[in-house]
């Protein structure tokens, strides 16, 4: 996904517009200031790999990577991204399946997988900051995600083996 | 057989549907967009009980941009919904019944804009009395909220002579026990597609746990054939149990039907909160005897369920709940009353466990209460109790054999958590105390006596060559298509390229009955048992009119149909299954019909199949603040064979979770009839901080001789039997019983009328004081 530009404009012209990249493409996108980025993504862009749970930023759902920092979406307005590198899971899709996404299969970390995206953005994010995270610290980088089906049981065995590995 | 490492006899599988969920390309049906879509809203009542006078859209319909806007005069059929009883109304008519009473929908081109005309409707309404608790709705003088009075359904039974029986006892407990209103917070609210097709026909993509079951509501609603409705109800984000009755359904399909496109729906996760269901919160009160030698004789349970504004499941949970107060074991005098009760508080409703995890909280409580008076072992008192394998079901009903209960009693003994040695105090946090419980339960499967259970599939060798099956089921997360894989892999040896599982529409599968109350695994399992061999005579009969190779020689293996090894020679590969396919002018193909298995004697509720669990937990008690840790939990079920051992694990890894929440933290609040706990802010439910690193699953795969019955589901089984075996654990650590769910840190905190005592001496005599 590099090399093309999108651009998205809405009917009402009076909106200003905004620019930034989306998965490493240059976005521009016309659209109210404080139009929130996971209606952006999910409507607008039509990139619905970023659910929407709660809208206040307590289940972690719509988590994205705002310049390689986990960030609620749904807290997030069009006028903040302006500028930012925003990265979706959408964006995560190589050619093969990271270690950690791989993990997550392996170890049944995911059950209807509703949460699944934010819980490897939160992940990402933090494995992007730091190489070898703690047991621990990855523990608490997810845990403004909630997991309804799983009872963490999956989770933690993908955590207990990214810290040993 | 241990669950947690992957030595099992079968190996973990990765699920079919797992890359696409990790990679977030899998599309659920609130996922879905349409071009020149319109976004459906509804307006509620806001108001838990009045009567409603009048309601105005004139100014909605005038809003530029709205194309829709629909309330009780335009339903064209029957304006109610409820999978048992359809009571609900889609639209108020006279009198609402709780906040989220629908008053109005909309459909507009935009959310804003349909939002905006939300706010232009205007209704009047003369407010009642809010009867907020069944006691109110149960006073003489209390208005009527249905015509037929306040109690939506009544359960009795008894047999022996309770009255007598207690006046023999050496022991008497006498408890009443409360549950909380627990969200099934599934991660995706509820939603869909609603798209009009030619000829008035409509088609439905939203999440529901009985596709053919909704297509049938919908059709009553509309006014329509049913075959004009093609039902789309999976992949889903979770249900539960909360997305089984209609819920969005019959305002998409109305607008989508009166505008003539396609519409958008998907609740924010307030008005989720405030529509959805909910568990039903309970009160039991039991009072239960036992003799010099530990054995129960009488045992009187009164069960008040608050069921909220409508029917939908109200009345068989409350069947459910009457048959599980009594459980696994053998009681010669009971006397049992239940009461679904009507108010104007949310609706309860179908949530995992079906009303059982109220009354094993109970029941359980019973048992180690009335341990604790006649200073047994609560573990041993249990065992002089359980039924053996021939004994009759808890309501007398004849059951399968069944020995699961003293399975699992034996087996969780053998548990690290119940070997480990309990540790000592910490010298710097003295005041953290720990303590271990245990509980029991048998939990039936599928719908039990007097509702109809049936089942069915299909299989088939499709025009690609792919044997492909198809049910009437979801895909909600539980694992079904992965267990499919599985068995289907086991019957043909064939590779998962030439499998194709078609599930959740209704334009392509048969229907199979719901995916709920653990029947699925069973159900799928039984209709390949039955569909196997005529399906494999069909295909090896053509092969031997292509080839004339000897049909009894004949086996499907990878990539197509093999002919067995002989002395000394490898098999050898006779055709591929798109060569056969290619062949055939006839498809392939087979079916099955069938019913749940259930028991033979009249008994409204009463279950045939059951599953059995055992549990021990370890908390660790902050006395200073009174808040509780669950440390470790440990489970054994008994439920056959595990087909799927990664999703076995994950079903009662996650049931076991969702009733810690239950436990210790979950409760949606309601105040006069309206929900104060809205969001996830106020409604808590466990985050991975919460949870105990390592739960042991164990299962007993054993059934009794002669039991062709398979492998049972075990969906709910984990999440039915923790409350009793945490509280028990923290009257260990704290001396303190807790009746009521979710456990009050401050009951807790009460044990010690004098600050906490840092000697554990001290602590000691506190304890003893309680």
Same mark, same amino acid.
């Given at each position: 996904?590099?090399?093309?530009?999108?651009?998205?404009?809405?009917?009402?012209?009076?909106?200003?517009?905004?620019?930034?990249?989306?998965?490493?493409?240059?976005?521009?996108?016309?659209?109210?200031?404080?139009?929130?980025?996971?209606?952006?993504?999910?409507?607008?862009?039509?990139?619905?790999?970023?659910?929407?749970?709660?809208?206040?930023?307590?289940?972690?759902?719509?988590?994205?990577?705002?310049?390689?920092?986990?960030?609620?979406?749904?807290?997030?307005?069009?006028?903040?991204?302006?500028?930012?590198?925003?990265?979706?899971?959408?964006?995560?899709?190589?050619?093969?399946?990271?270690?950690?996404?791989?993990?997550?299969?392996?170890?049944?970390?995911?059950?209807?997988?509703?949460?699944?995206?934010?819980?490897?953005?939160?992940?990402?994010?933090?494995?992007?900051?730091?190489?070898?995270?703690?047991?621990?610290?990855?523990?608490?980088?997810?845990?403004?995600?909630?997991?309804?089906?799983?009872?963490?049981?999956?989770?933690?065995?993908?955590?207990?083996?990214?810290?040993?590995? | 057989?241990?669950?947690?490492?992957?030595?099992?006899?079968?190996?973990?599988?990765?699920?079919?549907?797992?890359? $696409?969920?990790?990679?977030?390309?899998?599309?659920?049906?609130? @996922?879905?967009?349409?071009?020149?879509?319109?976004?459906?809203?509804?307006?509620?009542? &806001?108001?838990?009980?009045?009567?409603?006078?009048?309601?105005?859209?004139?100014?909605?319909?005038?809003?530029?941009?709205?194309?829709?806007?629909?309330?009780?005069?335009?339903?064209?059929?029957?304006?109610?919904?409820?999978?048992?009883?359809?009571?609900?109304?889609?639209?108020?008519?006279?009198?609402?019944?709780?906040?989220?009473?629908?008053?109005?929908?909309?459909?507009?081109?935009?959310?804003?804009?349909?939002?905006?005309?939300?706010?232009?409707?205007?209704?009047?309404?003369?407010?009642?009395?809010?009867?907020?608790?069944?006691?109110?709705?149960?006073?003489?003088?209390?208005?009527?909220?249905?015509?037929?009075?306040?109690?939506?359904?009544?359960?009795?039974?008894?047999?022996?002579?309770?009255?007598?029986?207690?006046?023999?006892?050496?022991?008497?407990?006498?408890?009443?026990?409360?549950?909380?209103?627990?969200?099934?917070?599934?991660?995706?609210?509820?939603?869909?597609?609603?798209?009009?097709?030619?000829?008035?026909?409509?088609?439905?993509?939203?999440?529901?746990?009985?596709?053919?079951?909704?297509?049938?509501?919908?059709?009553?609603?509309? &006014?329509?054939?049913?075959?004009?409705?093609?039902?789309?109800?999976?992949?889903?984000?979770?249900? %539960?149990?909360?997305?089984?009755?209609?819920?969005?359904?019959? %305002?998409?399909?109305?607008?989508?039907?009166?505008?003539?496109?396609?519409?958008?729906?998907?609740?924010?996760?307030?008005?989720?909160?405030?529509?959805?269901?909910?568990?039903?919160?309970?009160?039991?009160?039991?009072?239960?005897?036992?003799?010099?030698?530990?054995?129960?004789?009488?045992?009187?349970?009164?069960?008040?369920?608050?069921?909220?504004?409508?029917?939908?499941?109200?009345?068989?949970?409350?069947?459910? $709940?009457?048959?599980?107060?009594?459980?696994?074991?053998?009681?010669?005098?009971?006397?049992?009353?239940?009461?679904?009760?009507?108010?104007?508080?949310?609706?309860?409703?179908?949530? #995992?466990?079906?009303?059982?995890?109220?009354?094993?909280?109970?029941?359980?409580?019973?048992?180690?209460?009335?341990?604790?008076?006649?200073?047994?072992?609560?573990?041993?008192?249990?065992? #002089?109790?359980?039924?053996?394998?021939?004994?009759?079901?808890?309501?007398?009903?004849?059951?399968?054999?069944?020995?699961?209960?003293?399975?699992?009693?034996?087996?969780?003994?053998?548990?690290?958590?119940?070997?480990? /040695?309990?540790?000592?105090?910490?010298?710097?946090?003295?005041?953290?105390?720990?303590?271990? &419980?245990?509980?029991?339960?048998?939990?039936?499967?599928?719908?039990?006596?007097?509702?109809?259970?049936?089942?069915?599939?299909?299989?088939?060798?499709?025009?690609?060559?792919?044997?492909?099956?198809?049910?009437?089921?979801?895909?909600?997360?539980?694992?079904?298509?992965?267990?499919?894989?599985?068995?289907?892999?086991?019957?043909?040896?064939?590779?998962?390229?030439?499998?194709?599982?078609?599930?959740?529409?209704?334009?392509?599968?048969?229907?199979?009955?719901?995916?709920?109350?653990?029947?699925?695994?069973?159900?799928?399992?039984?209709?390949?048992?039955?569909?196997?061999?005529?399906?494999?005579?069909?295909?090896?009969?053509?092969?031997?009119?292509?080839?004339?190779?000897?049909?009894?020689?004949?086996?499907?293996?990878?990539?197509?149909?093999?002919?067995?090894?002989?002395?000394?020679?490898?098999?050898?590969?006779?055709?591929?299954?798109?060569?056969?396919?290619?062949?055939?002018?006839?498809?392939?193909?087979?079916?099955?019909?069938?019913?749940?298995?259930?028991?033979?004697?009249?008994?409204?509720?009463?279950?045939?199949?059951?599953?059995?669990?055992?549990?021990? $937990?370890?908390?660790?008690?902050?006395?200073?603040?009174?808040?509780?840790?669950?440390?470790?939990?440990?489970?054994?079920?008994?439920?056959?064979?595990?087909?799927?051992?990664?999703?076995?694990?994950?079903?009662?890894?996650?049931?076991?979770?969702?009733?810690?929440?239950?436990?210790?933290?979950?409760?949606?609040?309601?105040?006069?009839?309206?929900?104060?706990?809205?969001?996830?802010? /106020?409604?808590?439910?466990?985050?991975?901080?919460?949870?105990?690193?390592?739960?042991?699953?164990?299962?007993?795969?054993?059934?009794?001789?002669?039991?062709?019955?398979?492998?049972?589901?075990?969906?709910?089984? &984990?999440?039915?039997?923790?409350?009793?075996?945490?509280?028990?654990?923290?009257?260990?650590?704290?001396?303190?019983?807790?009746?009521?769910?979710?456990?009050?840190?401050?009951?807790?905190?009460?044990?010690? @009328?004098?600050?906490?005592?840092?000697?554990?001496?001290?602590?000691?005599?506190?304890?003893?004081?309680?």
């Amino acid at each position: 996904m590099s090399g093309t530009k999108t651009e998205l404009s809405s009917v009402e012209t009076r909106h200003p517009s905004f620019v930034f990249s989306l998965n490493g493409v240059e976005t521009k996108i016309q659209t109210a200031s404080s139009r929130r980025l996971v209606d952006l993504l999910r409507t607008d862009l039509d990139l619905p790999g970023t659910k929407i749970g709660c809208e206040i930023g307590r289940c972690g759902a719509c988590m994205v990577l705002i310049d390689g920092k986990p960030s609620n979406s749904c807290l997030t307005m069009a006028y903040q991204c302006e500028g930012k590198d925003v990265e979706t899971i959408e964006g995560m899709n190589g050619e093969s399946l990271d270690p950690v996404q791989k993990l997550f299969l392996e170890e049944g970390a995911l059950q209807c997988g509703y949460c699944t995206p934010g819980m490897v953005m939160s992940l990402k994010g933090l494995l992007k900051e730091k190489e070898k995270p703690t047991y621990e610290e990855m523990k608490e980088s997810i845990s403004g995600n909630i997991c309804r089906c799983t009872g963490y049981g999956g989770i933690n065995r993908v955590l207990r083996k990214l810290s040993e590995g | 057989m241990h669950l947690n490492e992957q030595t099992n006899s079968r190996p973990w599988r990765i699920r079919p549907d797992g890359q $696409a969920k990790v990679t977030g390309e899998l599309r659920y049906l609130t @996922d879905m967009t349409s071009p020149g879509k319109l976004i459906g809203r509804v307006l509620r009542s &806001g108001v838990p009980h009045a009567r409603l006078l009048s309601v105005d859209t004139s100014k909605a319909k005038e809003l530029p941009g709205v194309v829709s806007v629909l309330t009780s005069k335009d339903v064209p059929g029957l304006n109610g919904f409820g999978i048992a009883e359809p009571n609900q109304p889609v639209f108020c008519e006279d009198l609402i019944r709780y906040e989220g009473d629908a008053i109005a929908a909309v459909a507009a081109e935009t959310n804003e804009i349909a939002e905006r005309a939300l706010e232009l409707i205007e209704f009047e309404y003369e407010e009642l009395p809010v009867l907020d608790t069944p006691e109110k709705a149960l006073s003489s003088d209390a208005p009527l909220l249905h015509a037929e009075g306040n109690i939506l359904h009544e359960t009795s039974y008894s047999k022996g002579d309770v009255q007598k029986a207690f006046n023999l006892c050496h022991a008497i407990v006498e408890e009443t026990y409360e549950t909380p209103r627990q969200m099934h917070a599934f991660m995706e609210t509820e939603g869909g597609i609603f798209v009009p097709e030619k000829h008035g026909k409509l088609t439905v993509y939203s999440p529901t746990q009985h596709g053919y079951k909704d297509q049938m509501q919908l059709a009553r609603i509309l &006014g329509i054939p049913a075959d004009d409705i093609r039902v789309v109800s999976s992949p889903i984000g979770g249900s %539960f149990g909360g997305k089984d009755e209609l819920n969005v359904q019959p %305002f998409g399909a109305l607008l989508a039907l009166s505008s003539g496109k396609p519409v958008k729906m998907h609740y924010s996760r307030k008005e989720s909160v405030i529509a959805g269901l909910k568990r039903h919160p309970m009160k039991v009160r039991m009072k239960s005897g036992v003799n010099q030698k530990g054995k129960l004789i009488a045992h009187q349970v009164e069960i008040i369920s608050d069921t909220g504004a409508y029917a939908t499941l109200g009345g068989p949970v409350l069947n459910f $709940a009457t048959e599980h107060a009594i459980g696994c074991y053998i009681i010669p005098h009971i006397e049992l009353k239940g009461k679904a009760v009507y108010t104007n508080n949310g609706i309860s409703g179908e949530f #995992r466990g079906f009303g059982g995890n109220q009354v094993i909280f109970a029941l359980e409580g019973q048992m180690d209460r009335l341990a604790e008076k006649i200073n047994v072992d609560p573990w041993e008192l249990r065992s #002089r109790n359980l039924r053996t394998l021939h004994d009759l079901g808890p309501l007398g009903q004849r059951v399968l054999p069944n020995d699961g209960p003293s399975q699992v009693w034996e087996a969780i003994q053998e548990t690290p958590l119940y070997k480990k /040695t309990e540790h000592p105090p910490s010298v710097d946090e003295p005041w953290i105390v720990t303590g271990k &419980g245990m509980s029991l339960a048998m939990h039936g499967s599928g719908l039990g006596y007097g509702i109809p259970d049936p089942a069915g599939g299909q299989i088939r060798l499709n025009e690609q060559g792919k044997i492909e099956v198809a049910f009437g089921h979801e895909e909600f997360g539980q694992g079904l298509l992965g267990t499919l894989e599985i068995m289907l892999l086991d019957h043909f040896n064939c590779d998962v390229e030439d499998l194709e599982i078609i599930i959740g529409d209704t334009a392509l599968v048969p229907p199979s009955g719901s995916s709920t109350a653990s029947r699925t695994t069973n159900m799928v399992w039984r209709a390949l048992q039955n569909m196997k061999r005529p399906f494999l005579d069909k295909l090896f009969f053509k092969v031997n009119e292509l080839t004339g190779e000897p049909v009894e020689q004949l086996q499907t293996g990878k990539n197509g149909i093999w002919k067995e090894a002989k002395q000394g020679e490898g098999r050898e590969f006779v055709l591929t299954f798109q060569e056969l396919a290619a062949s055939c002018t006839e498809p392939l193909k087979c079916s099955t019909e069938f019913d749940f298995p259930v028991t033979p004697d009249p008994v409204i509720g009463g279950h045939y199949l059951y599953g059995s669990t055992s549990v021990i $937990a370890e908390v660790e008690v902050n006395m200073l603040t009174g808040m509780i840790r669950v440390t470790g939990i440990d489970h054994v079920v008994a439920a056959g064979e595990v087909v799927n051992p990664l999703g076995y694990l994950g079903q009662i890894e996650g049931g076991s979770i969702m009733a810690l929440g239950f436990t210790i933290i979950e409760d949606a609040l309601m105040e006069n009839g309206n929900y104060v706990t809205k969001n996830f802010d /106020t409604y808590l439910v466990p985050t991975i901080a919460d949870v105990p690193e390592i739960q042991h699953v164990e299962a007993v795969e054993e059934l009794p001789e002669g039991d062709v019955h398979g492998p049972r589901g075990v969906g709910e089984i &984990g999440s039915v039997a923790l409350a009793p075996a945490i509280v028990s654990a923290i009257k260990q650590a704290t001396g303190k019983w807790v009746t009521k769910l979710p456990v009050n840190p401050e009951t807790i905190l009460n044990v010690w @009328d004098e600050p906490f005592p840092m000697d554990k001496e001290e602590r000691k005599k506190g304890r003893e004081r309680v």
